[in-house]
């Protein structure tokens, strides 16, 4: 599977972004996917993750404020981002993992300004 993620960008303390994440290949609905964020200097820590059947979990330092959803309808996993702190500044990767193989997709900047 291939993973596409965009909607990074550069937004003021307290605003809102929502990435996306499309995948390309078939049985998009059976992977659980991840949302991971990198800062610099720091390593790569898992944000949020949606299984198949739509159970969520999200990193303590987000609850509350980040959202991770899908549509299988459309091979994509989103992850809407309000009330951002300059601290969620990182790139963010999206993964795919079914039974212990991952995908990997690019990263998409996001930027907050205090």
């Known amino acids: 599977v291939q993973l596409q993620a965009s909607g990074g960008g550069l937004v003021q303390a307290g605003g809102s972004l929502r990435l996306s994440c499309a995948a390309s290949g078939s049985s998009f609905s059976i992977y659980t996917m991840n949302w991971y964020r990198q800062a610099p200097g720091n390593q790569r820590e898992l944000v949020a993750f949606i299984t198949s059947g739509g159970s969520t979990n999200y990193a303590d330092s987000v609850k509350g404020r980040f959202t991770i959803s899908r549509d299988n309808a459309k091979n994509t996993v989103y992850l809407g981002m309000n009330s951002l702190k300059p601290e969620d500044t990182a790139v963010y990767y999206c993964?795919?993992?079914?039974?212990?193989?991952?995908?990997w997709g690019q990263g998409t900047q996001v930027t907050v300004s205090s």
């Open positions: 993964s795919a993992s079914y039974r212990g193989d991952r995908y």
